[in-house]
């Protein structure tokens, strides 16, 4: 079956950085829109960045110029680059790939940001 497994998540500081990734299974994986979300205590799950199997990014406006999703389809695996982080960061960020009518989510990696 497939597997989405983000790995990367932990406790920094405001200011730092943090490289999330997520190593996908059994799909194929250049075909698909890759994706990072994330979920706040007490929030809905929300869109932070999606890029396409040919490398098109879009991020929401709240990580814009902080925050980078990359892959490499050679490796089955996305990436999202964290700096500048903020308390505000703070979340579940979950790692999806969707094609079509298909749509797969990881587990989740916890990061905080807190002094």
């Known amino acids: 079956q497939v597997q989405l497994v983000e790995s990367g998540g932990g406790l920094v500081q405001p200011g730092g950085s943090l490289r999330l990734s997520c190593a996908a299974s059994?799909?194929?994986?250049?075909?698909?829109?890759m994706g990072w979300y994330r979920q706040a205590p007490g929030k809905q799950r929300e869109l932070v960045a999606t890029?396409?199997?040919?490398?098109?990014?879009n991020h929401a406006d709240s990580v814009k110029g902080r925050f980078t999703i990359s892959r490499d389809n050679a490796k089955n695996t996305v990436y999202l680059q964290m700096t500048s982080l903020k308390p505000e960061d703070t979340a579940v960020y979950y790692c999806?790939?969707?094609?079509?009518?298909?749509?797969?989510w990881g587990q989740g990696t916890r990061v905080t940001v807190s002094s």
């Open positions: 059994r799909i194929i994986f250049s075909r698909y829109v």
């Open positions: 890029i396409t199997g040919n490398g098109a990014t």
């Open positions: 999806n790939a969707h094609l079509g009518w298909f749509d797969y």
